[in-house]
């Protein structure tokens, strides 16, 4: 069923997993619906064979993770290809690498929907979910994309302890969505820098205290250049990880 109106259908969601299924109908941004699709028809010729997913891309971990890791949008042949967050490009790769060296993935590799692939105590989201034109969602489409995090937020409250957000989008993004979601979030606004670490205090009793992580964003700008390496991924990971009272 096409979703126009995200704030309706995502107060409507009773489960993380039924929020991801009505994500997926979600046609709220016209631009974003056509270039989703023109990708998914024309193709890169890598992947001619490739049925792309072409859909608004769903989050992707266990209903009741301990830790969140917030992006910024999927990929035009990454994630709008493979139809999972974070899955079919370099980005994803070193991102997934880092998650298994962790011991927060089943494996080093994610390569599609229905690989096999399992986290173990962690989700993966973004503040857009629909690949949009040269890596930029506008800043209309990020407020639009708002209440599916905001949903998703509130449905994980009862275990969330860690959030670590990739780049500085999914940063501003965040704090917006937080406090939509009932959280107190400091004023000003944290800055974005990576190693950033911020202690929310616990909601009330079915929500616990949050520690918000910041680390650069496992984009190959980042990760060709040696701005990010594995290594700094890992330890952010690591300290998310720990926070959350994960092992």
Do not use: K
């Amino acid at each position: 069923m096409a979703v126009l109106e995200p704030e309706r259908a995502a107060a409507g969601a009773r489960s993380v997993a039924e929020l991801d299924e009505v994500i997926t109908g979600c046609r709220a941004c016209p631009r974003l619906v056509v270039w989703r699709e023109e990708t998914a028809r024309v193709r890169r010729p890598a992947y001619r064979e490739w049925e792309y997913w072409g859909r608004p891309v769903p989050g992707f971990g266990p209903g009741d993770a301990a830790v969140l890791v917030v992006g910024l949008a999927p990929a035009a042949h990454g994630g709008n290809r493979t139809g999972r967050m974070f899955t079919g490009d370099r980005a994803g790769d070193v991102l997934f690498r880092a998650l298994y060296d962790v011991g927060l993935a089943d494996r080093p590799t994610s390569t599609r929907r229905g690989d096999g692939m399992t986290l173990r105590g962690v989700r993966m989201t973004a503040p857009v979910h629909c690949a949009p034109p040269a890596n930029r969602p506008t800043i209309e489409e990020r407020d639009t994309c708002r209440a599916w995090l905001v949903r998703e937020l509130r449905l994980l409250r009862p275990t969330l302890r860690s959030v670590v957000v990739l780049g500085g989008f999914g940063w501003q993004a965040l704090w917006p969505a937080l406090a939509a979601a009932g959280r107190p979030v400091p004023r000003p606004r944290p800055r974005f820098g990576h190693g950033a670490r911020v202690a929310l205090p616990a909601v009330d009793a079915a929500g616990g205290p949050l520690t918000v992580f910041g680390c650069y964003h496992v984009s190959q700008q980042n990760t060709f250049t040696g701005r990010l390496t594995p290594a700094m991924v890992r330890e952010v990971l690591t300290e998310a990880a720990r926070a959350a009272g994960l092992r």
